[in-house]
């Protein structure tokens, strides 16, 4: 009896860590949507505005492909951004406003190169909107504003509404300077990694949103776990990502976790199927591990669900043995 009360009091001071922990992610979770939010609302809505202003001014957009996207092509956007600025400094002296061939500052061009729209704004500065999306389907715009004092001088990051979380001042420092044409394309890919990564977490929560228990991820998902709260058993998902530019995980942990324990130990079937006995120790899933490494979060997680009951039937060492 004594053992008893131990083993359901220690039960209960689990739960009550385990609340208190979800509660602390919980506030995290709600501290870090406010800050991504807030920190970049003014900034959001300002370069959206300007954007929109730019767009609307253009004469026309030229879309191009991977191959007309290069160093020559930024060198002539820096130049007409460098030009217009000229222009402007000129036009508030009539004289020497005189003097400027008009016709070369009539064409406002805007750049589509994939998901990246590249034109010029006011005061020397060139403006990239990315468009992020998931399954066709569109999702949020990011910017980022370079500017260089003169067409001569390394162009910087001034602004931009990329997340806090991600490293683009590191990047700026390694790319901008040598590689410009790679920085600006290593930003878009960064974004588009992170929305893939983050909706997929999403769509899985919506759809399997029942079975799915202690979902936690880290600011830019690089770092996934989930519980599969099954009625044979628990399984116990982790994922690790490579790098931010990875939709896919690397590392990868898929373990069941029967609800019963016993002095039996698990078998495995000659299909790799794993058999538990009515109570067995916890067992790597390595079907659904080569799953997840190869197919996206949502399809994945089907494919878990579709095979766990052949996975962990007892009958299935059996079955394998009478058919061989």
Not at 14 to 35: I, P, Q, S
Not at 174 to 183: I, R
Not at 205 to 225: A, F, R, V, W
């Amino acid at each position: 009896m004594g053992e008893m009360d131990y083993m359901q009091e220690d039960d209960i001071h689990l739960d009550t860590t385990k609340a208190r922990f979800a509660n602390v992610l919980k506030r995290h979770g709600k501290l870090t949507e406010r800050l991504s939010r807030d920190s970049d609302k003014t900034i959001f809505e300002r370069l959206q505005r300007e954007f929109e202003a730019a767009r609307a001014a253009q004469t026309h957009e030229l879309c191009l492909d991977s191959e007309q996207w290069n160093d020559g092509l930024l060198a002539t956007i820096r130049e007409r951004v460098h030009m217009e600025a000229d222009r402007k400094a000129m036009m508030q002296s009539p004289q020497d406003a005189s003097m400027m061939p008009m016709t070369l500052f009539h064409e406002k061009i805007t750049y589509r190169i994939g998901n990246k729209a590249i034109c010029c704004l006011e005061g020397s500065r060139i403006g990239i909107q990315y468009d992020t999306s998931f399954a066709g389907e569109p999702r949020e715009q990011y910017h980022c504003v370079l500017e260089s004092k003169s067409f001569l001088e390394k162009m910087i990051v001034l602004e931009h509404t990329v997340p806090f979380f991600f490293p683009i001042r590191d990047a700026e420092n390694e790319l901008l300077s040598s590689n410009a044409v790679k920085f600006i394309d290593h930003i878009g890919d960064l974004l588009q990694a992170y929305v893939d990564r983050r909706e997929q977490v999403c769509l899985i929560k919506d759809l399997y949103g029942n079975q799915i228990k202690e979902l936690y991820h880290s600011l830019p998902y690089h770092m996934i776990e989930f519980v599969v709260d099954d009625t044979d058993c628990k399984i116990t998902v982790s994922l690790r990502y490579a790098d931010l530019l990875s939709i896919l995980p690397s590392g990868v942990s898929v373990v069941a976790w029967p609800m019963n324990r016993s002095k039996r130990s698990p078998t495995e079937g000659r299909t790799g199927k794993v058999a538990f006995g009515s109570n067995s120790a916890p067992i790597r899933l390595n079907y659904a591990e080569s799953a997840m490494r190869t197919l996206s979060l949502p399809e994945a997680y089907a494919e878990i669900v579709l095979n766990l009951p052949d996975a962990i039937d007892p009958s299935s060492q059996s079955k394998d043995s009478s058919s061989s």
